[in-house]
């Protein structure tokens, strides 16, 4: 993956995490007010049902006192026969607006019901355990109809005479009117279970809406704990939370729940929004991260790809390579610290050329003089021999000339030969190129040796790879340079050894190895073999491997050589492709 591709990305992830982290904190929020507004709401109903609950109670409060101050009542009361008021209970609930009366004796028998008229002569013997009635206070009881049983808000008016007592219980029942009367905003709704039977009754819910299942829980938990809960119902834009309160009696029994039901579809639909919102945001942020992304990565890359194909070229050998500066920031710096560099690389290489060029003539002079001292003092000496002779023993000059002249003869051959040697390293001429089979020039070479490597005691061995490929190259030169590498293992074995030759296949191309026995190079020698009028023998130019490396080198190749002090020495020459 590229710089520019991970900086993309990068910017890429950091706009959709930031929209994401914005995402999720704003729908936190949204929902945690939303949670703060529903349980406003839910308070203000719950308010507004006690408040209701709270008049209601008072309604029915008075209604019963109002019964039990009558006259009816005392009559009813100081009456020694009760009977002839059976139907009184009806016509005084109706006139109070009673939905259901009462009218039971001191000893808790029923005088007159106006629910219920049959039940005459039944017993209530709840008034008598309660005991005292005074507190004048409504409450939750199940009442039975003949038909079914209902929950109503009651109260009970106690009626002395003498010592004769007289209970009036009336009350209105608790039913879909009532909730009717509350007054619901929009999106919530209440709902009212009354615990008329042992187990739950989904039928004794009253109210709007549907019944989801899980409102049987909420009720049971609300009943059970006789705590006010909280639920959510329903999942997405049909989702709503409840809260429930239990409805409990005079005796603390729980007889009812009211369900508070606040829908969540705004929540869901705002949340669906925000989230349509965040995505568009997101879609338009990575649009924008992409292109300013692409444009900061272009000003930062671009400028690195410069410099980084101004480096290749550099290490190619193109030392005079710069770099256009088109900003002061700190791309701008090191596109001028890289020209300061390539400058600096530049001063150096023309410094280091002259100096190697100052060595190099050094050198040349310094093995020129050496080479050409040792002929020259045998010249000397035998020019003044034949002077000496000439003038203090004329008889014997013929003698003394004669061989004087042939010391010079042979002292001038060793000149020329030198002279000739320097001039063939100068004059390498350029490699004239050709498929060349190495097996066999290596054994047509070996066999120019056979002679000599005889009578040196050198014993040879070819080991020729069937499958090496011809390779292009120069017979001539590539014969020159293995004549050098096999003379210079003559030389290293003076009291006879074995000189290996072999060829083999190296991938496309050819390795050939001149392996000899005889006394070794130390690791500097192997590093120094190669530089030229270096040398490890006694007499010799040191020209020898330099050529062999000039010929390997215009082919392309590689020349290395590996050895140990007593252990000999192994040449390897590798060469490129095979002839096509």
Known sequence: MTFRTRLLLIFTLAVVASVGVVELLVQKATRREFERMDAARSDALV????????RRSQEVVRAVEGIGQSDSALNIAISPDPTSFYGEAGALAAAHSLDLLELVAGDGSIVSSAEWPARFGYREDWLLEHGDWSEGHAFLRRAELPDRFTLALAAVSTVTAGDRKLFVVGGQQLDQAFLSSLVLPDGMRALLYRSLDPK???EQMLGPGPRSPELRALVEDTLARKRERYRVVGAGAAAESFHALPLTGYDGAALGALLIGSSRRGLAVLESKQL???IEVAGFGILMSVALGAWATARVTRPVERLARSATAVAAGNWDTTVEVTSGDEIGRLALAFNRMTEELMAQRERLVQAERVAAWRELARRLAHELKNPLFPLQI?????????SQYPEQFDEVFSEGSQTLLAELGNLKQIVARFSDFAKMPAPEMQPLDFNRLTGETMKLF?????????????ELD????????????????????ILNAIDAM???????????????GLRIEIADTGQGLTPEECGRLFTPYYTTKTHGTGLGLAIVQSVV???HGRISVTGAPGKGATFQIDLGERAG
């Open 382 to 390: 035998t020019v003044e021999n034949m002077q000496r002779a000439r």
């Open 450 to 462: 056979e002679a000599q490597l005889a009578q040196a005691g050198i014993a040879a061995q070819l």
């Open 494 to 508: 003076p009291q006879g050894g074995t000189l290996t030759v072999r060829t083999r296949r190296l991938g496309a």
């Open 276 to 278: 349509r919102y965040g």
């Open 553 to 555: 080198s215009d082919h």
């Open 200 to 202: 739950f009754a989904p």
């Open 466 to 485: 069937p499958a090496a490929p011809a390779v292009m190259a120069d017979p001539e030169q590539i014969t020159r340079a293995l004549r050098n590498l």
């Open 47 to 54: 308010t507004q049902f006690r408040k209701e609950f709270d």
